[in-house]
């Protein structure tokens, strides 16, 4: 079962995307040209950019996970 991160639904282990909210349940990198995409290569839920090329995951680009940069400066203590 895979457990998705926005919803909490437990979804099959062959669903790519959460049946209830569409989230995806897989963090891949997003840029077609990089070998991790090619190869179809899982990248951690945590991971907000591919170690290869540097291009968001696609868990980051649906708010899944996050980096120091999306900090705002309205955050900052000074």
Known sequence: ???????QH???D???????CGAPLRNICTNRRCSNWEQDVLLPDEAAFCPLCGSETLFKTFGLA?????ISDED???
Not at 66 to 70: C, E
């Open 1 to 7: 079962m895979k457990i998705c991160l926005r919803c």
């Open 10 to 12: 437990e979804n099959d």
């Open 14 to 20: 062959q669903n790519n995307y959460c049946i209830k």
């Open 66 to 70: 996050s980096s120091y940069l999306d």
């Open 76 to 78: 900052l203590p000074f």
